[in-house]
C-alpha cells in the first residue's frame, strides 16, 4: 500500500436531482487488411461514439463529482483529491507532507497495521499521490455491498476522522527525513529540485514536494491539525468514481464521503499564489557522475489555454519521447548522443512551464545543449513538416482506447476533466488534436515560445568539452522501424 506513487470551456457541476450525462469519444478498430502493412501506409482510424457515460453533481457541502459506470468486473475505483499540496502553506513547506502522510497511520480504534490488515481482508486497495499542487486517495474496491460498504466507511473515515496522533507524527517525520536525504544523493532529483529555483525563485513552487529538513523537525500537531481542517474540507474536494455501481449507489457513496469531511472553515483563507514570469538565466550542479543531466525550461501554458491542445502536438513532434521526434532523430538516432529525450509542459495550478529533458556524456554536453537551441530556432522558424503533424495525429488518436483500458486509466482522465473543469468528453484532448493544421501550430508555437528564453539547469561533471560527433543517417530509426510488409509494434 505505497504512500506517494509519484505525479475555457467550463462546465456547471449539478445538484444531486439533475445529472448531466455526455457520451465519451473513442476510436474503432481498424478493419483488416489484406496484407501486412508498414504502420506509416496505414490510414488513421475513424472515431465513434465509446459506450461511457459522464455522469456529474455537486454535494449540499460543495465536492464535485464524476461518475462513470462500467460492468466488466465486479468492482469499484474510487479517488478523491484535494487543493492540499506542497505549495499551499509557504512558511511551512514539510506541513501538506507531513500531514498528508499521517492521514492513514490511525484512526479511532485502528492504527496503520490494523487499517492495512483490514482494507486486505476486504480484498480493497488503498493509494496515495502528492505534489506541489493537490493531494490525491484512491480505493480500489470490490462492489458487493459487504465488501464495499465496510471499505468505504474505513476509507471515508481516514480521510475526514485522521487522529494525527504525536507517536504517529515522530514516525512520520522520521520517514519524511530518509525520503529527503535520498532524494539529496538522487541526481534526476536534484536537478528538477535545481530547475524549481531557478524558475520559481521566491515562490512556493521552489520548494520540495517533502519540505526541509530543518521544517520538518519544528512542525507540531497542532500545526497538522490546522492544515487538515483548512484543506481537507468538502468544499475542497472533488471525487471520481468508476466501476460496478449504479447511479444510486454511486450518489450514496459521494455523500458518504462528502458528509465525513470537516465543514468549509469560516476563518480560514487559503491565498492564491501567482507567479511572476521568470528571465532566461542557467545554473550549474556540480556532481561527479558518467552522465550530464540538462534540463531545459520556458513558460508554457495552462490546460484551458485555447493553444494548449497545439503546443503539445507541438512538443510531440519537436521532443515527444517517441522515435520519430526531431530531437530523437537528431540525437539517438543520428549522432548517439543520448538514449531518450522527452518534452512535456507541467500541469500545476499558478505555472505551467514547459520542460525538455535527456541525459548525455559530460564531454558532449555543452554541444548538445547548442545543438538543441539551434533545433529549437528552425523549429519555430518553419513548423511541423505535413508529415510529422499527420504522425502525431495518429498517434494521438490510437492512444485513445489504451486511455479507457481500465477503471484506473478512465479514472485518471476523470480526475483531469474535473481538476481543469473540461468538457465532459475522455477523449476531447485527442479530438482537438485531429482538427490542428500546420500553420496553427506554427503560431501557436511563435505565440508562446522564444529561442532565446530557455532557462537550462545541468548537473554533471565538469569536463573538457569535445566536438560533437558527426550526424550519420541511419534508416528505420523512426516511428516506424519495421521492415515494409511487417506491422512494427
Same mark, same amino acid.
Given at each position: ?5 509519484f505525479?475555457?470551456?467550463a ?13 465519451a ?5 481498424t478493419p483488416?487488411v489484406a ?10 482510424p ?8 459522464i ?6 457541502a460543495?465536492?464535485?463529482v464524476l461518475?462513470?459506470?462500467t460492468?466488466?468486473l465486479p ?5 478523491v483529491s484535494f487543493?492540499a ?12 507532507a507531513?500531514t498528508f502522510s499521517?492521514l ?8 496503520l ?13 488503498l493509494?496515495?499521490?502528492i505534489?506541489q499542487d ?5 480505493m480500489? !474496491?470490490?462492489s /458487493?455491498p459487504?465488501k464495499? &460498504?465496510? +471499505? =468505504?466507511?474505513?476509507?471515508a473515515q481516514? $480521510?475526514? %476522522?485522521p487522529?494525527l496522533?504525536?507517536d504517529a507524527?515522530?514516525r512520520?517525520k522520521n ?6 536525504a535520498?532524494?539529496?544523493q538522487d541526481?534526476a ?7 524549481r529555483?531557478?524558475l520559481f ?6 520548494q520540495?514536494?517533502?519540505g526541509t ?5 519544528t512542525?507540531?500537531?497542532?500545526q ?5 481542517k483548512?484543506?481537507?474540507h ?7 468514481l468508476?466501476g ?10 459521494s ?6 469531511l470537516p ?14 514570469p !521568470?528571465?532566461? /538565466?542557467s545554473?550549474?550542479? &556540480?556532481? +561527479? =557522475? ?5 534540463? $531545459?525550461? %520556458? ?5 484551458q489555454?485555447?493553444d ?6 507541438a512538443n ?6 517517441s ?7 537528431e540525437l539517438?538516432?543520428k ?6 529525450v ?5 500541469d ?8 525538455i529533458?535527456?541525459?548525455?556524456q559530460p564531454q ?9 537551441k539551434?533545433?529549437?530556432r ?6 511541423p513538416t ?5 504522425d502525431?495525429?495518429?498517434?494521438i488518436l ?10 484506473a486509466q478512465?479514472l485518471s482522465?476523470? !480526475?483531469e476533466?474535473s ?5 465532459f468528453? =475522455?477523449?476531447?484532448s ?25 532557462s537550462?539547469v545541468?548537473l554533471?561533471p ?22 515494409e510488409q511487417i506491422?512494427?509494434?
Open positions: 500500500m505505497g504512500k506517494c506513487r505525479s475555457r470551456y462546465q456547471p457541476f449539478l445538484s444531486l436531482a439533475v445529472f448531466c450525462c455526455l457520451s469519444q473513442a476510436q474503432t478498430p483488416p496484407k501486412l502493412q508498414s504502420l506509416a501506409e496505414l490510414k488513421a475513424s472515431s465513434a461514439p465509446r459506450a461511457l457515460k455522469q456529474a453533481w455537486k454535494t449540499l460543495g465536492t464535485k461518475f462513470i459506470q460492468s466488466e468492482m469499484f475505483d474510487v479517488l487543493a499540496g506542497s505549495a499551499r502553506d509557504p512558511q511551512h513547506p514539510a506541513l501538506a507531513t499521517l492513514n497511520e490511525g484512526i479511532q480504534g485502528m492504527g497495521a490494523q487499517i492495512n490488515e483490514t482494507f486486505d481482508s476486504l480484498g480493497a486497495r493509494d496515495m499521490g505534489s493537490r493531494t490525491s486517495f484512491s480500489r !474496491s470490490l /458487493a459487504q464495499r &460498504e465496510p +471499505a =468505504l466507511q474505513l476509507f481516514i $480521510l475526514g %476522522q487522529l496522533a504525536d507524527l515522530q512520520v520517514e519524511l527525513q530518509e525520503r529527503l535520498y532524494q539529496q541526481p532529483t536534484q536537478v528538477f529540485q535545481g530547475m529555483e531557478l525563485n521566491g515562490h512556493p513552487y521552489a520540495a514536494t517533502y529538513t530543518q521544517d520538518l523537525a512542525l507540531t500537531r497542532e497538522v491539525q490546522a492544515f487538515h483548512a484543506h481537507y468538502a468544499d475542497n474536494a472533488q471525487i471520481t468508476v460496478d455501481l449504479t447511479l444510486e449507489q454511486a450518489q450514496g457513496l455523500l458518504q464521503i462528502s458528509n465525513s465543514p468549509k472553515p469560516t476563518t480560514l483563507t487559503v491565498p492564491d499564489a501567482p507567479v511572476t !521568470s528571465t532566461a /538565466a545554473r550549474h550542479i &556540480e556532481h +561527479a =557522475l558518467s552522465q550530464t543531466h540538462l534540463v $531545459l525550461t %520556458q513558460p508554457g501554458v495552462s490546460r489555454h485555447p494548449y491542445a497545439a503546443l503539445r502536438v510531440l513532434i519537436f521532443a515527444g519521447g522515435f520519430g521526434s526531431r530531437l530523437m532523430k539517438r538516432g549522432r548517439g548522443l543520448t538514449y531518450s522527452s518534452m512535456d509542459t507541467a500545476k495550478q499558478w505555472a505551467n512551464p514547459t520542460v529533458y535527456l541525459q548525455t558532449f554536453s555543452e554541444g548538445t545543449l547548442t545543438l538543441i539551434r533545433l529549437f528552425d523549429y519555430l522558424h518553419t513548423g505535413p508529415q510529422e503533424l499527420d502525431a495525429k495518429r498517434l490510437g492512444s485513445t482506447a489504451l486511455a479507457s483500458a481500465s477503471n478512465i482522465g476523470l !480526475s476533466i481538476r481543469h473543469e473540461l468538457p468528453d =475522455l477523449d476531447f485527442a479530438h482537438q488534436a485531429q482538427s490542428l493544421t500546420v500553420e496553427q501550430i506554427k503560431a501557436a508555437l511563435n505565440r508562446h515560445y522564444n529561442a532565446e528564453r530557455w537550462v545541468t554533471g565538469t569536463t573538457t568539452q569535445q566536438a560533437l560527433p558527426e550526424p550519420v543517417d541511419r534508416p528505420g530509426l523512426g516511428m516506424c522501424r519495421a521492415e506491422v512494427a509494434s
